[in-house]
């Protein structure tokens, strides 16, 4: 089975420009869970409390999306931002445009265009980062043999979590998922069944 890849945000960003006198200012951010968003968009109403939006949209994993218009005309701010962030393959992201009105309208189509351009440049500016489904374990054994399973280890990319030299050598790693039988199956033959792998949990994670 093909390993499951999550992108999200790289870092967090801060675009703007100006559309016809209105300014907007985008913002995108990697949250955890649905309360780290709403805590972060209060935390933007407040810091741009004088402004005449703050529109936002999130997406949390493969079941939470959520989005406000803030007393844009209905579709033409928060649809928009949700679909950049839908087009962009991103998850586990906010972003939240702010708007200064510039006394010029903009229309609906020019709403949706503005809102759409500003999350895209925050999600473009953040970067993509690129999380994967590992398997992590943990394997005690002797110093003789330390040697050959760490070469073993380089060979497939694994993280190496920790490292602990007492009267045998314990290590705790991580293999991507799709990787994990057919390296736990080389082990057994290499070492003749005498190196065993124990299994902690699953995880999401970058390389």
Do not use: W
Not at 19 to 42: D, H, M, W
Not at 182 to 192: L, V
């Amino acid at each position: 089975m093909p390993n499951k890849k999550i992108n999200r945000p790289r870092n967090t960003a801060n675009i703007e420009f100006v559309e016809r006198k209105s300014v907007f200012i985008g913002f995108s951010t990697f949250v955890e869970n649905e309360e780290q968003a709403l805590e972060i968009i209060k935390q933007k109403k407040k810091q741009y409390a004088d402004a005449t939006h703050n529109v936002y949209a999130y997406v949390i994993g493969d079941s939470i999306a959520r989005y406000s218009d803030d007393n844009e005309p209905q579709g033409t701010a928060g649809m928009p931002v949700l679909n950049s962030i839908r087009m962009s393959g991103i998850s586990d992201v906010l972003v939240v445009v702010t708007r200064y009105f510039g006394g010029i309208l903009l229309g609906a189509g020019g709403l949706v265009r503005a809102y759409s351009t500003a999350a895209s440049m925050a999600l473009d500016a953040g970067g993509i980062k690129i999380f994967e489904s590992y398997n992590t374990y943990n394997v005690r054994l002797s110093y003789s043999d330390y040697g050959k399973f760490s070469t073993e280890l380089q060979s497939i990319d694994a993280i190496i979590d920790d490292t602990i030299f007492e009267d045998e050598v314990s290590i705790k790693f991580a293999i991507k998922e799709d990787a994990s039988d057919t390296f736990i199956k080389r082990i057994t033959e290499i070492f003749a069944g005498k190196v065993l792998i124990n299994f902690i949990e699953s995880r999401i994670d970058t390389k």
